[in-house]
Every structure is written in structure tokens, then in C-alpha cells.
């Protein structure tokens, strides 16, 4: 069968459906085509953080985007529970990150230093005010920093949000619908296939995760974005066992507005293995309980494993594929994906409309990786 559209999107995730949604509201023809099930990747492995303060190691574009990310939060969930009528579970209400010796502490004392001279508003905990915001936080804390601007979403509502909305802009998704192969010719991509259509485009954007890498190289492209599995639990049984975010030095308690704790995460180089670990659920478990004592008694009602798609330099890969003038990428966004994923989307949607793509840090070019 053969179709087409003005933008066809490999990878129906939290960047594939953002740059879906903003593209149809720019009034363009979007196909978006999953492998499997639309945000069922990475985007729903995710614990909802929006938190580039406490992620991010140091000043750069990662950390500018990442605010900027952040703070257009606000608008966008508007607009899309305007669109959808359901709540996002946007709580933007702080992240605690704390230490448990001195090394740690001197470390998150110099970098709240330099946050706070670029201006962010950060706070500095000792021990009895971390246990003041945080009543359950373990007695072995020392001292804290609490940023207020950070907090969480509804990774899996925000994915469908994206979607839906995207499809009453007149966006056509297609689940297991992965893309087979590419019709080309010289330096322009004319159509995409899968195993059941050919669609003819105008553009294509790459946003397929930890795959993304596999499907640039049909195109002969560099694209090296690898696996990194992330294990999850999902704590219960115990009323409000975190307030906010906290984050420790092995590991995250997210509280989800469901009354569930997510407990991340693990860092692990197994390829495209996305199971759960035995091993895996025990370090979490005892990173959790580090955190906040109590949470050893917590009932585990769900594990589960995820693929960041991680880059050789942790910089997402934003832009126009080399050797194309219509293939782009919006893929390698990492531990942020879904705090950067609604950004990447709306500024490759402008991009590509406009043709100016220096609103998006340089850093970020797809080029950058070389040639094979
Ligand atoms: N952003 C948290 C993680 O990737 O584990």
C-alpha cells in the first residue's frame, strides 16, 4: 500500500509524538510510525523527572536547554490538558538532593555554588531543615540542597497527551509499524517503508530511541546512540513516604501523584536487554531504603526496565542527518528524555518550517559524530 505525508516520524516516544504534535499544529501532514506501541520505550520506563539543576554535572548547552525545557513545562501541559481534558500530573514542587559524608557534601556545596552564581534559586539544607522538608529522610543525611523550580510529570499521561493531541491536529499513527528501509534518491529521502506500507514525504525524523542509531545506518549515517537499561521499582503501602523528589548518591525516590514512590534507577551497559534483575531490584532497593528507612518494609508493586538512548558524549542528537536535506534527528536525549523530548519536538518543528535551526545548540548536530 502506498501513502504519504509531508513528515513521516520513526519513533512514536515522548520526542517522536512532540515533534508529531507540533508539527501538525504548523499545519503539516504527519505520519508517526512505532515499532511497537506508541511511548511504550523508553518514555514509559521513565520516572517523570524534570530536574536539569540536579542532573546536569556542569555549566553548557545541556544545562540551558534543560532549563529552558523545564520552564516551557507550564504552557505546554495547558495547552494539552486544554486538548485532552485529563490531568498531566504536572507537580513542580522541588528536588532534595542530599549527602551522606563530607566527599559528598564539599561536592554538592560547589555545586550549588555555581548554580546559584548563574542564578537558579537553591537552597542549603543541614541536616535538621533536610528532615524538616522531608520527615521520613534517614537520620544518616548530613545536609542537603533543595532546588524548588524541579519536580515531575506523568511520563505515561504526558506520552498520550502528545499523541492524542497530535491526531486531532490530523497526525495518522501507526503502531508495530516499524520502518523497514528508506527510498532515496542522491541526497533525498522520497519515502519510508515498513513491512505493510510505503509512505511517501517530504522530511523524515528519526526519533527511535536507542534504535535510532540502527536506523540512521540504513541511511549510512552515524548515529551512534547505544542502549543504557534503567531499572524501576514501584513502591506502595506506606502514606506519603517522600513529599518531593530526593535523590541520593545511589539513586531517586519519585513520589507519583498515584501515591506511588518510582525508585530509580540502575546504569547498565547490556545492550538491548530491557529485563529486570534480581540484582538489579536489590540495589534499588537498598538505595531507596538509604534514602528513607522505612521504605526496607515497602511492598514492590512493579519492576521494570527501560533503554535510555544514550550518546558517546551524554548531548542529545538534534538535527539534520549529513548528506541529507531532508532526514533529521531528534533522538539521544538519555536520563532527560522526558524532560527534553517536548522542547527537541517543538523546536524541530520550527526548524523545519523555518529553516533556522540555531535556536538548537550546535553541540547538539548529528554531524558532529563523523562519517563511518
Ligand atoms: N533521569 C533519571 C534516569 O535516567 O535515571
Not at 93 to 113: H, T, Y
Not at 128 to 139: G, H, I, K, V, Y
Amino acid at each position: 500500500m502506498s501513502r504519504g505525508a509531508d513528515v513521516v516520524i520513526a519513533g512514536a516516544g515522548i520526542a517522536g509524538a512532540a515533534c508529531a504534535y507540533e508539527l501538525a499544529k504548523r499545519g503539516a501532514s504527519v505520519v508517526l510510525l512505532d515499532y511497537g506501541k506508541a511511548g511504550m520505550q523508553a518514555t514509559n520506563a521513565a520516572a517523570g523527572m524534570l530536574a536539569p539543576l540536579t542532573e546536569t554535572q556542569a555549566r553548557g548547552p545541556m544545562l540551558d536547554f534543560g532549563v529552558e525545557a523545564l520552564r516551557a513545562y507550564p504552557a505546554l501541559v495547558d495547552e494539552l490538558q486544554a486538548a485532552v481534558g485529563f490531568d498531566l500530573e504536572l507537580r513542580l514542587n522541588g528536588v532534595l538532593k542530599v549527602a551522606f559524608d563530607e566527599a559528598l557534601a564539599d561536592a554538592l556545596r560547589r555545586r550549588c555554588a555555581w548554580q546559584r552564581e548563574l542564578g537558579f534559586d537553591l537552597r542549603w539544607l543541614n541536616d535538621a531543615e533536610c528532615r524538616e522538608l522531608e520527615p521520613r529522610l534517614s537520620e544518616h543525611a548530613i545536609c542537603g540542597v533543595f532546588s524548588p523550580e524541579e519536580g515531575n510529570i506523568s511520563n505515561q499521561r504526558l506520552a498520550l497527551a502528545l499523541v492524542r493531541a497530535a491526531v486531532a491536529r490530523g497526525a495518522t499513527i501507526h503502531e508495530r509499524a516499524g520502518v523497514r528501509g528508506f527510498a532515496r534518491t542522491r541526497g533525498r529521502i522520497v519515502a519510508v517503508k515498513t513491512a505493510d506500507a510505503t509512505y511517501a514525504c517530504e522530511a523524515v525524523i528519526i526519533a527511535a530511541g536507542a534504535r535510532s542509531g540502527q536506523l540512521a545506518a540504513r541511511l549510512g549515517v552515524r548515529l551512534p546512540v547505544r542502549p543504557v537499561r534503567g531499572q524501576m521499582l514501584a513502591l506502595g503501602g506506606m502514606r506519603a513516604p517522600v513529599r518531593h523528589i530526593v535523590w541520593g548518591p545511589d539513586g531517586y525516590l519519585v513520589p507519583r501523584a498515584n501515591g506511588l514512590v518510582f525508585a530509580g534507577s540502575t546504569v547498565e551497559d547490556v545492550g538491548f536487554r530491557r529485563r529486570t534483575t534480581r540484582a538489579g531490584e536489590r540495589r534499588l532497593r537498598a538505595a531507596a531504603s538509604r534514602l528513607v528507612p522505612q521504605l526496607a518494609a515497602a511492598t514492590v508493586h512493579f519492576a521494570w526496565a527501560g533503554l535510555r538512548p544514550g550518546t558517546p558524549d551524554d548531548l542529545p542528537a538534534i538535527g539534520r542527518l549529513p548528506g541529507y536535506e531532508n532526514a533529521y534527528a531528534a533522538t539521544g536525549h538519555y536520563r532527560n528524555g522526558i524532560l527534553l523530548g517536548p522542547l527537541s519536538g517543538r523546536l524541530v518543528a520550527e526548524a523545519m518550517t523555518s529553516g533556522d535551526w540555531s535556536a538548537i545548540p550546535a553541540a547538539f548536530g548529528p554531524a558532529r559524530f563523523g562519517t563511518h
